[in-house]
């Protein structure tokens, strides 16, 4: 699968792209390159997309070239074509026209590249597109699937300079205070994406997960946030949607006390939902994403949100669960010593805690019908740390029924699995009885970035560690090569003795954690 590449030398992730053989000599190269510029592999996966829409946009109108299409454009089509990238482009001037002064300028700079007319013959000014306005008109009529003939690429030129004139009028009138209605939309025909039939949002939704088929989970919180935009916006098609729609949902939510960052997820959600359907043509041609760029500021988590369990809190929490039954005695201990999520271990059966190569695991897979892991992950046997086994943990894992689920009093949710529910039971517990405030620990994740650390500082190997966690390191490609540690729990095992107890327990003389109770 295509994915972001670093530079070799700026270590900037980057698209590549191969041209076709056929269309090298019309690019002109053998390969398209695009910075992401960023070095974060979660900003460059999130801005993947988008970038090698672009290029692949290249390749299509090289592809209109080769074949020799030339098409003759009406100049009503032309006019309809500009007044879609007009109207999509007029509401950002609204958001933020700048200062008079500036848009003032800007204005006699459109104007400058008019040619002067022979006043004393009463003729006007008028535009005369040079090659570099040749250019820029081609490469838009392109960009809508279109490869003009010389006299269309004149008349769109002449089209894209009254656009941005009209623009620049827009702008100082804004700018001077003026936000009643624009006289230049009357000026354009009807929208051509109007005119071109496009899915409602709950088809689009549908077509989607019938093609990607992600996890509940996942479905739920796209099916939420389109079911916040078609509210706020009021209607139902998906080709209407611009960004006036995007920052009206993103305004009803603030004003509803939602927090920046849970906006910017369902931005996210949504964001990537469009441009899906951009790049599988269920969307009208020229279309954009309305998303793009229209995240929340401070929306983004901050890695300081999720802090590890200390020490301290760490035997809080365990000699706590000693005095409860069912999950609650088992599962913060089962969370403790494996680092895995919290799906993964709520939604075990009995029979994933079993022996494999002479060693006690917990078997992480998706075989089970209606088992799924995170986007991505790999299945992995974990084994079972000394100190879990010489607590009981065993003897309760065999007490249930081989084919029934680990932790039954935690009852599945509607999409089948028991996180949500141990989430919510887990948290009001940590608070309350427990006495955990921290709001930057949580009674799950909190426990992986522990074990993360303990990892690190325990001589860990990376592998081993990265096969623990269920991580996919980026980094080593032949971490996926072999069996590896994730299939070797008699090897990992050796590694696992190598991590600290954060509180004594009968029958275990493995490493305590040298600072318990800090």
Same mark, same amino acid.
């Given at each position: 699968?295509?994915?972001?590449?670093?530079?070799?030398?700026?270590?900037?992730?980057?698209?590549?792209?191969?041209?076709?053989?056929?269309?090298?000599?019309?690019?002109?190269?053998?390969?398209?390159?695009?910075?992401?510029?960023?070095?974060? %592999?979660?900003? /460059?996966?999130?801005? *993947? &997309?988008?970038? !090698?829409?672009?290029? $692949?946009?290249? #390749?299509?109108?090289? @592809? +209109?070239?080769?074949?020799?299409?030339?098409?003759?454009?009406?100049?009503?089509?032309?006019?309809?074509?500009?007044?879609?990238?007009?109207?999509?482009?007029?509401?950002?001037?609204?958001?933020?026209?700048?200062?008079?002064?500036?848009?003032?300028?800007?204005?006699?700079?459109?104007?400058?590249?008019?040619?002067?007319?022979?006043?004393?013959?009463?003729?006007?000014?008028?535009?005369?597109?040079?090659?570099?306005?040749?250019?820029?008109?081609?490469?838009?009529?392109?960009?809508?699937?279109?490869?003009?003939?010389?006299?269309?690429?004149?008349?769109?030129?002449?089209?894209?300079?009254?656009?941005?004139?009209?623009?620049?009028?827009?702008?100082?009138?804004?700018?001077?205070?003026?936000?009643? %209605?624009?006289? /230049?939309?009357?000026? *354009? &025909?009807?929208? !051509?994406?109007?005119? $071109?039939?496009? #899915?409602?949002?709950? @088809? +689009?939704?549908?077509?989607?997960?019938?093609?990607?088929?992600?996890?509940?989970?996942?479905?739920?919180?796209?099916?939420?946030?389109?079911?916040?935009?078609?509210?706020?916006?009021?209607?139902?098609?998906?080709?209407?949607?611009?960004?006036?729609?995007?920052?009206?949902?993103?305004?009803?939510?603030?004003?509803?006390?939602?927090?920046?960052?849970?906006?910017?997820?369902?931005?996210?959600?949504?964001?990537?939902?469009?441009?899906?359907?951009?790049?599988?043509?269920?969307?009208?041609?020229?279309?954009?994403?309305?998303?793009?760029?229209?995240?929340?500021?401070?929306?983004?988590?901050?890695?300081?949100?999720?802090?590890?369990?200390?020490?301290?809190?760490?035997?809080?929490?365990?000699?706590?669960?000693?005095?409860?039954?069912?999950?609650?005695?088992?599962?913060?201990?089962?969370?403790?010593?494996?680092?895995?999520?919290?799906?993964?271990?709520?939604?075990?059966?009995?029979?994933?805690?079993?022996?494999?190569?002479?060693?006690?695991?917990?078997?992480?897979?998706?075989?089970?019908?209606?088992?799924?892991?995170?986007?991505?992950?790999?299945?992995?046997?974990?084994?079972?740390?000394?100190?879990?086994?010489?607590?009981?943990?065993?003897?309760?894992?065999?007490?249930?029924?081989?084919?029934?689920?680990?932790?039954?009093?935690?009852?599945?949710?509607?999409?089948?699995?028991?996180?949500?529910?141990?989430?919510?039971?887990?948290?009001?517990?940590?608070?309350?009885?427990?006495?955990?405030?921290?709001?930057?620990?949580?009674?799950?994740?909190?426990?992986?970035?522990?074990?993360?650390?303990?990892?690190?500082?325990?001589?860990?190997?990376?592998?081993?560690?990265?096969?623990?966690?269920?991580?996919?390191?980026?980094?080593?490609?032949?971490?996926?090569?072999?069996?590896?540690?994730?299939?070797?729990?008699?090897?990992?095992?050796?590694?696992?003795?190598?991590?600290?107890?954060?509180?004594?327990?009968?029958?275990?003389?493995?490493?305590?954690?040298?600072?318990?109770?800090?």
């Amino acid at each position: 699968m295509p994915r972001p590449q670093k530079h070799p030398k700026s270590k900037v992730y980057r698209v590549r792209v191969v041209v076709p053989p056929a269309l090298r000599a019309t690019i002109g190269r053998s390969e398209l390159f695009l910075s992401l510029n960023t070095k974060d %592999p979660r900003e /460059a996966a999130r801005r *993947y &997309p988008a970038a !090698l829409s672009s290029l $692949q946009a290249r #390749l299509d109108a090289a @592809r +209109l070239v080769v074949r020799g299409e030339v098409v003759s454009v009406p100049d009503d089509r032309l006019a309809a074509l500009v007044g879609d990238l007009y109207r999509s482009a007029g509401p950002d001037i609204d958001a933020q026209p700048g200062a008079y002064a500036a848009a003032d300028l800007h204005r006699d700079t459109v104007l400058d590249e008019l040619t002067p007319g022979d006043a004393d013959d009463g003729e006007a000014p008028e535009f005369i597109p040079n090659e570099r306005r040749m250019a820029e008109a081609r490469q838009v009529l392109l960009g809508f699937g279109l490869l003009p003939d010389d006299d269309t690429t004149t008349r769109m030129a002449g089209h894209l300079w009254s656009y941005r004139y009209r623009l620049a009028m827009r702008r100082l009138g804004r700018a001077r205070g003026d936000f009643g %209605p624009d006289p /230049a939309d009357a000026l *354009y &025909p009807p929208s !051509l994406k109007a005119a $071109q039939p496009s #899915l409602t949002m709950d @088809r +689009l939704l549908e077509v989607h997960q019938a093609e990607r088929a992600e996890k509940p989970k996942t479905f739920d919180k796209r099916r939420s946030a389109l079911a916040h935009l078609k509210r706020v916006v009021g209607y139902n098609d998906a080709g209407r949607l611009d960004k006036a729609g995007v920052r009206a949902l993103k305004e009803d939510r603030a004003a509803g006390g939602v927090k920046p960052a849970t906006i910017g997820a369902d931005i996210a959600m949504l964001r990537s939902l469009w441009g899906w359907a951009l790049r599988n043509g269920h969307l009208p041609d020229g279309a954009s994403n309305p998303f793009e760029g229209m995240s929340p500021q401070g929306s983004k988590r901050h890695t300081t949100e999720r802090q590890p369990f200390s020490d301290a809190d760490a035997e809080i929490i365990l000699t706590a669960a000693r005095s409860e039954a069912g999950f609650l005695r088992w599962l913060p201990w089962l969370l403790a010593f494996t680092g895995c999520r919290l799906e993964e271990a709520s939604g075990a059966a009995a029979a994933d805690i079993r022996q494999q190569s002479g060693v006690w695991i917990l078997d992480i897979h998706d075989r089970a019908e209606g088992r799924t892991l995170k986007d991505g992950q790999p299945v992995r046997m974990v084994p079972l740390h000394p100190a879990l086994l010489a607590e009981g943990f065993l003897a309760y894992a065999q007490s249930r029924p081989h084919t029934g689920p680990l932790f039954p009093d935690l009852k599945p949710g509607r999409n089948g699995n028991r996180s949500a529910m141990a989430t919510k039971k887990l948290g009001r517990w940590l608070r309350g009885k427990v006495g955990i405030k921290d709001k930057n620990k949580v009674a799950a994740h909190s426990w992986r970035h522990r074990m993360k650390d303990l990892l690190r500082f325990s001589g860990v190997r990376e592998e081993a560690a990265d096969a623990m966690l269920g991580h996919n390191n980026p980094v080593n490609a032949g971490a996926n090569y072999g069996r590896g540690w994730r299939g070797r729990p008699d090897q990992l095992i050796k590694e696992v003795y190598k991590i600290p107890s954060p509180i004594p327990v009968d029958g275990y003389t493995g490493p305590l954690t040298s600072e318990a109770g800090e």
